[in-house]
């Protein structure tokens, strides 16, 4: 930038070198430009950067260090030979004003308003790092020598307790003198540490599809582990146990349920069958069960010129054919009656065998 500046300006006709001596002259500027606006009041604008974090007093906000304002600098005074100079900065979070002043008998930056200083200083004794050496001990030493004689006792004192602390360092750092070996068993542990999760991980996905979990399951403890081999899961029979009180149980019961059986026994009876099937098996017939009748089964004869919605008392005794009735004038029983001349002639009289149920049982008590 600076080449072009010299190379890539323009000089009007009327520059006279000997009467304005420079551009900026002739133009009436600064070379400094915007950033020497307030020269005349001794000020001039910097880019300045934070030296440590601090805190801003208008907002609270916290400002790192090393953030860049653009700063009012001005000289306030000396120390000495050296200048005293002030920082006047805008927080870029606020309307606040920030100023700062150097500190050349610290070395240091000191917050003259607008912030306070996020305290992280530390006194070099108490953290028992080494001091340098100050101006005025150094010029003692160099012209007392009974000073420097103490000096140096107090050195070596000092030494002679430190050298357990320095032997234990230094024992530390060997160990780490052979990098290649100690990356090498590092990497090495980690790929077992890897391989052990990966095992982990995968036994985990297999417990979660065989009970159908969807739930994240946690790492296995040495505390679990021993609760769990206290613990003993046992049912209270065996699996032959089981299996004998199963066999036991099928053989005693009977082949029918008890509702069942007793319809079964019920039609048998209603069939005359109990008596056939006791002497089917060789036993005595039973004395209680009466012999099958047409109104133990509930069969009654019924006219098929009657409706089935027609009243006929059922027979007593054995089904036996009916003879028909006997006609007026004489005529002969099996002989049918003669109808007169262009009448139809009647249906013939038929017996049909009906089953009826409803009241059979009730008969049969009562038979």
């Known amino acids: 930038m600076g080449e072009r500046k010299g190379t890539n300006k323009y000089y009007p006709p009327d520059f006279d070198p000997a009467k304005h001596g420079s551009l900026n002259k002739y133009h009436g500027s600064h070379p400094l430009r915007e950033r020497a606006r307030k020269l005349s009041q001794g000020i001039l604008v910097i880019r300045f950067e934070m030296p440590y974090n601090i805190w801003c007093d208008g907002c609270k906000n916290h400002i790192g260090m090393g953030v860049r304002y653009n700063a009012e600098k001005k000289k306030v005074g000396m120390y000495y030979t050296t200048p005293i100079y002030r920082f006047r900065m805008k927080c870029h979070l606020c309307v606040n004003y920030i ?58 004192a000092a030494l002679r307790r430190a050298v357990p602390t320095l032997a234990s360092l230094q024992e530390a750092q060997s160990a780490w003198k052979d990098d290649f070996a100690l990356n090498s068993r590092l990497r090495r542990r980690f790929r077992e540490e890897k391989k052990t999760l990966r095992e982990e991980e995968e036994e985990a996905a297999a417990l979660q599809a065989k009970a159908g979990l969807s739930i994240p399951l946690v790492r296995e403890a040495e505390e679990d582990r021993r609760l769990a081999a206290l613990l003993k899961y046992q049912s209270p029979d065996s699996y032959e146990e089981k299996q004998r009180m199963k066999r036991t149980e099928i053989s005693s019961r009977s082949w029918f349920p008890s509702a069942a059986g007793a319809r079964a026994g019920e039609a048998l009876r209603k069939l005359g069958l109990g008596a056939r099937a006791q002497r089917g098996r060789g036993g005595p017939p039973s004395s209680a069960t009466p012999p099958a009748t047409l109104t133990g089964l509930g069969i009654i004869r019924r006219r098929s010129g009657e409706g089935c919605e027609g009243s006929v008392e059922p027979e007593k005794g054995e089904m036996t054919p009916r003879s028909p009735p006997k006609m007026q004038g004489g005529g002969d029983a099996g002989t049918a009656p003669q109808s007169p001349p262009g009448a139809e002639p009647p249906a013939p009289l038929t017996a049909s065998l009906v089953a009826d149920y409803s009241d059979s049982s009730s008969e049969a008590e009562t038979a």
């Open 99 to 156: 100023e700062m002043q150097t500190d050349p008998a610290g070395c240091d930056y000191v917050i003259v308003s607008g912030a306070r200083r996020k305290e992280e200083r530390w006194d070099m004794r108490d953290n028992e790092q080494v001091l340098p050496t100050e101006r005025e001990e150094k010029e003692k030493l160099e012209t007392d020598p009974m000073f420097r004689l103490e000096h140096g006792v107090a050195d070596q």
